[in-house]
Each structure stands twice: as C-alpha cells, then as structure tokens.
C-alpha cells in the first residue's frame, strides 16, 4: 500500500489537533474556552494561508463554522432541551417510585432492575438526568437498609453509559457520529441498526455490574457524610465587667478578628437594636450568633459572655447543657451543569440570601482526597463538586422543590406534575417518529421541542438551561477539525500508516485495535472529541483495507462511548464518584475490567455480523 506524503497544512492540522486533545485534558482550563482558541488558531490559520490545491481552495475558514449549523448538533441541542421537560415534570417518577421500593425489601433484584431501567432509559434520553433521578432514591435506600451505597452507585451509573450506546440517540457521541458518517456518503442508520450487537456486549456488562462489580468495590463513605462541624445559632448574654461591657459593636467585632456573626442585637424584650458599627453594647444585651460548637465557646471567653442557647434563657451551655440546633438539618448539593451555581461561586449567587442555607464545606470532584474548609464564597465550582449546607427544614425542601440542584439525602420524592403524562407522550412522539423514518431525528426532536414548550412542559429559561455551552463549543471545534484532517488528506495518512502498521493482519484485528484506541482516547478526552476526530479516520481505513466501513464506524461509535475507566471521561462519572465517595482507583478497578469486556465482545460480535 503506496504511503500517502503529507503536506504543510496537514502535517499543521494534526500538530494543533494534538494541542486540542492536550487542552482538552487540562482541568484547569474551561472547555469551551480551549474549544474557542482551537476554532480561532485553525480558522485565522487557513485565512491568512490558503491551503490551494490543483489551482482551488479546497478548504476554507469558512467551511469551519458549519459545524455551528450541523444536523448532529442541531439534534443534540433540541434532544437536551426535551430531555429537560422529561426531568423538570417529573415524568419518570413512577418509575423511581417502583425502584425505591424494590429496594427496601429485594436490594440484590432491585440492583439488577435499577441497571436494566437506566440502561433502557439511557437509550432514549440523555443519562445525566436518569442519573439525577436515581441517585437521591439509592443514597435515600441505602440509609434506610444500612447497605453500603458505594457498592452500588458506580454501577448504577456506569450502566447507563451502555444503554446509552444501543441507539441514534441514546448519546450526543452516537448522534455525531452518524451525522459525521451520512456527511461523508455513508447510508443513513436507522435508530436501531446496531442494537443487536449492544444487548449482545451490553447484556455480558450489565451482568458484570450487577454480579461482580460490587464485590470488586470497597466500602467507601461519602466525602461529605457529616464531616464537618454544624452550625449552631446562640445567644451570648454580656456581662458586666466583661470585654464587651462598654465598648462599640466594631471593638467587639474586631477583638473576634472579625469572624464573629452577629444576627441582631436584643436590649429588652421589645427593643433590637440597629447593627450600627458604632452602637455601644451594655450589660444584659444579647447577642444572636451562629458559629460552630468550638468557635461559641472561644467568643465567650473572649467577650466575658455568657452562651445560651437559642431557645433557652435559664441554663447556660456546659457539659450538661449541650448546644442544640433545633430544627437544622444537613444536605449535600451536588453542582450538576445548568445548576444555578455550575462555573459561578456561591458569591456570585448570592447563595446564603436566595436560599436560606450556610455553606459547610466543599469536596472538590477532581480532587478526591481535597476538602476545603475555608472560605467557601470565592471558589468557583465546577460540575461533580459537592457542597454541604445547612439549614431548616423548610429551607432544604424548598431547594429540593425548586428543582434547579440536586439534593443528596433522598428524603423527599422529586416533583411529579399534571405535565408528566403530557411530557411522556411528546417524547414518545420523538423516538416513534425517528424510529420509523417519518422525519429525521432532527426535525423530530425540533418538533418535540416546540410541542413541550406550547403544552407548558418547558419554559424557555429551563429550556436554555439545560443546553451545555461546552458540550457545544466541543462538538463545532471537533467537526471543524475532522473536516480539516479530511480535506488536508491527513485522515487518509493516518488511515495508511495505521493499515501498514498493522499489515498482515486480518481486519477483525484491525478493527479491535482501532476500537481499543478510540476507549482509550476518549477515557482522557471527551467523548465528543474522539469520535468527530475519529470518524473520518475510520472510513478511510475501511478504504484502505477495502472493506465495508459500516463496523469501523461502529468501532468508533463503541470505542467512544466506553468511558468507564476513570472519573472524568463521562460527566455522570462525576457525579456518582462523590455520592459514592469514590477514589480515582475505584473506577480502575472496575472500568478497567468492564472495558476488556465489552472490548473483547465487540471485537467478536461486529466482524461476525458485517462479515468482516
């Protein structure tokens, strides 16, 4: 096979594709913005040096910003949108009911029904929130029956990544691929063509979480069980003679180093006084505090005060009069993307006054051992992270009603409205019509769209929302640099040196080694990264090797949507690892596994029904 010579452009293509998978890597660096310097670099590229062939511009700049108007994006977005209908009504409820009470009399079956229910609904909707749904249900369960909830969260999670291969739409990466494929002359899938050879594979992984898995995976407790100090609202009675006896409410501020909260100042029964920094405290005022336990008692001594609790005017605190945080409760809030405070901090949310609670503590997704304790207000948060907060109640039900974050305790059921059933029937709508080809996935989706906003399923703030900018911003960035690979005949290159590397093998070798390295790009790369790159480089090895390209686009497709290795190659992966309380090396030991697994059925179950 004569080896195909690269040229300046190509050989500069595949240097920034490169940069792109590096960047793509760096935690510290947003998505979208690495997304953005990429399309900028190769854009600005090409316009101030044309890449000319037989006398033409074969690729222009230009032709980089159609991935902003790609049938595969299109569809991805508005599938988002309606998928958020399917969460904000609460139409799956019934079902989480069903499962919830599986689990507290059957765990083992109930296990077994929660895998073969995610992994179906994940083939019809986007699994983050099947993910949402579940995950407050099995931390709720696992309270109740004293199980350990590590042993069965991952597994949770990680089968809704293989439903979410069965189908066109079962994941943004199937949708791109198809979209990328039908672009380049291949026939169009159907919606099912390939959910043969993923029960197959999938129905050996799915038996491998349920049977194996947990065993392989230690009791972990979850970062934010209880970890850190309550907060406690007080009352210090000054004393005559003491520190604060006479001096200004700035002096008293300032011997407490300025940490010290006060919520008011009572004189008398019937008198508050002002939080003026000039105000001067007298005997027999009492100050309204909230701090914890250990930090109560030191501004008492500090003051010369006397700590009471809140409620309590007679006794003071002491050993035998404990404090008591009458009516608090504790919650985990998992940062979700569209979440309120996803990229932003709790100051810029104005977090404490629109919703009532005190931030705890903060364990960072990406950090698994890191739990900060310091000032919270200033730290950015990113998806995965989880906040532990306190307050009422009442405050803690109403953040769960509003939707908007996720609430791990699994106390309350999510909300079910009169709009589920509507909610149910536009989403069955969807897939009917893209099943049997009545209208492209698109135009379907479109349609749903439109249908779950004019029924009030949707508002259009919940609708923009649930779109994911670097999710986008990836995808366009992607496709732009696949089609430069193509135009450049880079992809053919890489294609021939792969086939060269590999001659003399038999092409079912060939396609399990490709497959072998798209799981093991996308296990550091998104997703949505390796298989626009991917793509076009399959098609042309079919070419090379002059067989149908059908099962080495299904190798890509598969290959990157094996995401089960580590934390951060499937954003759910994210999630599940702090509600679980997972290390880095409790994916390894159960990814690693189920990703030879599903590998090795691949590699035998698509040479033998595409002939290969």
């Not at 701090?291 to 605190?317: C, I, M, Q, R, W």
């Not at 409205?417 to 029937?425: G, I, V």
Request: aromatic residues 6%; charged residues 15%.
């Amino acid at each position: 096979m004569q080896p195909i010579t690269p040229d300046a452009h190509g050989l500069a293509v595949l240097l920034l594709t490169v940069l792109a998978l590096f960047l793509f890597t760096r935690d510290n660096i947003p998505l979208e913005s690495s997304s953005l310097a990429i399309l900028i670099i190769l854009t600005a590229g090409f316009a101030l040096f044309p890449y000319v062939k037989d006398g033409e511009v074969a690729v222009g700049p230009i032709d980089f910003f159609a991935g902003f108007g790609n049938e595969a994006l299109i569809a991805i977005c508005a599938l988002m949108m309606v998928g958020k209908a399917l969460e904000t009504t609460g139409a799956l409820q019934p079902l989480a009911n069903v499962v919830g009470k599986a689990w507290a009399t059957q765990p083992v079956l109930a296990l077994a029904a929660t895998l073969v229910a995610g992994a179906i609904l994940s083939a019809f909707m986007n699994n983050t929130p099947i993910v949402v749904l579940l995950m407050p249900i099995i931390v709720g369960a696992s309270l109740r029956s004293k199980f350990a909830v590590s042993g069965v969260m991952m597994p949770m999670g990680l089968a809704t990544i293989i439903g979410g291969m069965s189908t066109t739409i079962g994941t943004s990466t199937n949708l791109l691929v198809v979209g990328i494929s039908r672009d380049m002359g291949m026939h169009e899938f159907t919606m099912f063509e390939w959910v043969l050879p993923t029960i197959i594979v999938g129905g050996a992984g799915l038996l491998f979480l349920w049977l194996v898995a947990p065993r392989l995976l230690p009791d972990r407790t979850p970062p934010m069980a209880d970890t850190t100090p309550r907060i406690f609202s007080a009352q210090l009675h000054v004393k005559e003679g003491g520190f604060a006896d006479g001096k200004s409410l700035s002096e008293v501020l300032a011997k407490a180093d300025g940490n010290l909260r006060i919520d008011k100042i009572q004189r008398t029964e019937s008198l508050f006084l002002a939080k003026l920094p000039s105000v001067i405290i007298q005997p027999g005022d009492r100050l309204f505090v909230k701090d914890s336990p250990e930090n109560l008692k030191h501004y008492e001594s500090l003051l010369g005060a006397t700590l009471f609790n809140l409620s309590d005017n007679e006794h003071p605190v002491d050993d035998d009069t404990p404090l008591k945080a009458e009516g608090q409760q504790l919650a985990e809030v998992v940062i979700t993307r569209g979440s309120p405070l996803h990229l932003r901090s709790l100051a810029a949310a104005r977090f404490t006054n629109s919703y009532g609670l005190l931030p705890l503590a903060l364990h960072r997704a990406r950090a698994p051992s890191s739990q900060v304790t310091g000032d919270l207000n200033l730290i950015r948060l990113r998806a995965g992270d989880v906040l532990l907060v306190q307050g009422t109640r009442e405050a803690i039900a109403q953040l769960k009603d509003s939707g908007s974050m996720l609430v791990l305790d699994g106390t309350t059921d999510l909300p079910h409205t009169h709009r589920a059933k509507r909610a149910l029937a536009v989403m069955a709508f969807v897939v009917l019509a893209a099943a049997l080809g009545v209208m492209p996935i698109s135009v379907s989706a479109m349609v749903g769209l439109g249908l779950m906003i004019a029924t009030g399923c949707l508002n259009w703030r919940e609708a923009a929302a649930s779109l994911s900018i670097p999710v986008v911003m990836i995808i366009v960035t992607a496709l732009a640099l696949g089609k430069a690979l193509l135009g450049t005949g880079m992809a053919d290159y890489i294609a021939v040196s792969f086939v060269n590397s590999a001659s003399g093998l038999p092409a079912p070798v060939i396609l399990s080694a490709f497959m072998l390295l798209m799981t093991v790009m996308t296990n550091i790369v998104s997703n949505n990264a390796a298989a626009a790159i991917g793509t076009p480089i399959a098609i042309s090895i079919a070419a090379q090797l002059n067989v149908s390209p059908e099962p080495f686009v299904l190798a890509v497709l598969f290959g990157a949507n094996m995401s089960f290795a580590t934390p951060y190659g499937y954003q759910t992966n994210l999630l599940v690892m702090t509600a679980g309380g997972y290390k880095f090396g409790d994916f390894l030991r159960v990814g690693i596994p189920l990703t030879v697994i599903m590998w090795i059925g691949f590699s035998l179950v698509l040479p033998m029904l595409y002939q290969l």
